[in-house]
């Protein structure tokens, strides 16, 4: 499968506590997008990648949460101190941007985020 | 305020029955994707359309974007029960430093009934 893929599917834990997700995007693709969707809502832009470089966060991005990506590959979306208002479907997706690319974004299955 | 407004936004019909999805906004877009989401998935995408008054087919589905390139709409012929889903619109906004932002609205939740 060479489509993106998040890891976990699905996560439930208490508040206060930390939880990291994981986005392995397409390969060819340069750029890498974090979204949050809630119920009855659409996706909600969080913040994007150009290969490592972080360009832009939205100010949905509190404190409490950093996104990595490392080596222009994989991302890591953390969340510290969880709260229940974090409780949410996080999407990645990526895309290829430049002469090759047409910068259509193509998601992945999600990950679902359960804070009791 | 929600920069994409989706309309409307649930829809329930029965089998064979057309419908339009029309997704409105006061700002302008270089595109706008039309995606389809089933419950417990991401958004998979369906067109893009740049130009303004752009009409693309994807079988039984019309997708049009208007002259001014600020809304667009998705018309579906003879639904089926495999169309039920979210239709999401989303808009693209590039700036010249080369950011891409893509804004998304609420969705339309449409229900064909066999």
């Known amino acids: 499968d060479t489509g993106v893929s998040q890891d976990p599917r699905h996560k439930i834990t208490k508040r206060g506590q930390n939880v990291t997700f994981r986005c392995d995007p397409i390969?060819?693709?340069?750029?890498l997008y974090w979204y949050r969707q809630t119920l009855g809502q659409g996706p909600e832009f969080l913040t994007y990648?150009?290969?490592?470089?972080?360009?832009?966060k939205s100010r949905l991005l509190s404190d409490r949460f950093s996104a990595e990506r490392p080596k222009g590959s994989f991302s890591t979306l953390e969340i510290q101190r969880t709260e229940q208002g974090d409780s949410a479907m996080y999407l990645c997706?990526?895309?290829?941007?430049?002469?090759?690319?047409?910068?259509?974004?193509?998601f992945g299955e999600g990950s679902r985020l359960t804070v009791l | 305020t929600q920069l994409l407004e989706q309309s409307p936004q649930f829809l329930s019909i029965q089998e064979g029955e057309n419908l339009t999805v029309y997704c409105n906004s006061s700002?302008?877009?270089?595109?706008l994707q039309w995606y389809r989401q089933e419950p417990g998935e991401g958004p998979v995408l369906l067109v893009t359309?740049?130009?303004?008054?752009e009409v693309k087919k994807l079988k039984r589905l019309t997708f049009q974007f208007g002259d001014a390139r600020k809304d667009s709409s998705l018309h579906i012929t003879a639904a089926q029960p495999g169309d039920t889903g979210l239709y999401l619109c989303?808009?693209?906004?590039?700036?010249?430093?080369?950011?891409?932002?893509?804004?998304f609205g609420k969705g339309t939740k449409l229900s064909v009934i066999p």
């Open positions: 997706a990526s895309s290829l941007v430049g002469l090759a690319g047409t910068g259509e974004l193509f």
């Open positions: 390969s060819e693709h340069n750029r």
């Open positions: 990648f150009q290969n490592e470089a972080q360009l832009e």
């Open positions: 700002s302008v877009f270089s595109s």
């Open positions: 359309v740049v130009t303004g008054g």
């Open positions: 989303a808009g693209a906004q590039v700036s010249g430093a080369g950011s891409y932002q893509l804004t």
